[in-house]
Nanobody, 125 residues
């Protein structure tokens, strides 16, 4: 199982980025997918996820409608659209995948077995 993130970078406050997480050697359709982030000196936190089973989508409270997670089945990938970014969103963003992670528990990092290498997102003027 291998996950590769892309799309990070430097953006001004109020700007947008699109992160992508591509999978190889397995189909993402059968797995829960989560996006997490870790800022310097802080613990890793859940951002958004797609649950196993019904594919329900969940967002952390701090997202407040600014981010959108979606499957890109043709690419065997999951994307995270980041809009209205602010400096507090600066972090390394990771995607992760695992089996049998249901409901809002898909926002819990410790439930995931496989992780990507991370993509740096920096929001600064």
């Amino acid at each position: 199982v291998q996950l590769v993130e892309s799309g990070g970078g430097l953006v001004q406050p109020g700007g947008s980025l699109r992160l992508s997480c591509a999978a190889s050697e397995f189909s993402m359709d059968s797995y829960a997918i989560g996006w997490f982030r870790q800022a310097p000196g802080k613990e890793r936190e859940g951002v958004s996820c797609i649950s196993s089973g019904d594919g329900a989508i969940y967002y952390a409270d701090f997202v407040t409608g600014r981010f959108t997670i979606s499957r890109e089945r043709a690419k065997n990938a999951v994307s995270l659209q980041l809009d209205r970014l602010n400096p507090d969103d600066t972090a390394i963003y990771y995607c992760a995948t695992g089996l049998s992670i249901y409901g809002s528990t898909c926002l819990r990092a410790h439930l995931y077995a496989y992780w990507g290498q991370g993509a740096q997102v920096t929001v600064s003027s």
